[in-house]
Every structure is written in C-alpha cells, then in structure tokens.
C-alpha cells in the first residue's frame, strides 16, 4: 500500500500544466503531421496507428493531470 501512495505522489509531482500541454503538442504532432506523411507514402495502417495514438496523447494527457489532481 506504501509503495502504491509513494509512486502515486511522484506522479503529482512530475505532472504539471506545462507537461499536460507537452504532451497534448505531441498527439497534435502526431496525428496531423505524422499521420499525414504516412498516408501520403501509402501506409495507410501506420497513419491510422498514428492518427489514434495521436488521439489518446490529446485525451490522455488532460485526464490524466485531472486524475492525479483529485486522488
């Protein structure tokens, strides 16, 4: 149970607004630009992977930052 709280708290501490909108930056990078050149080669299955991956990097990072604010 310590070793749960203890890693829970090193997570509040690391997570802050400007990492929240680092990594909100990065799902943009990667679902519009990454997403698109993989498309444009012909990757079709690679630029879904990167458009979705992209989408839980947006989604994800806010809930996340939400999350650990409340526990």
């Known amino acids: 149970m310590n070793l749960a709280k203890s890693i829970i708290n090193e997570l509040k501490e690391i997570c802050n607004l400007y990492m929240v909108f680092l990594i909100v930056f990065i799902g943009l990078f990667t679902y519009f630009v990454d997403g698109t050149r993989l498309k ?32």
């Open 40 to 71: 444009v080669k012909g990757n079709i299955k690679e630029s879904n992977l990167a458009k979705i991956i992209g989408i839980l990097y947006m989604v994800g990072a806010p809930l996340f930052y939400i999350l650990s604010r409340i526990l």
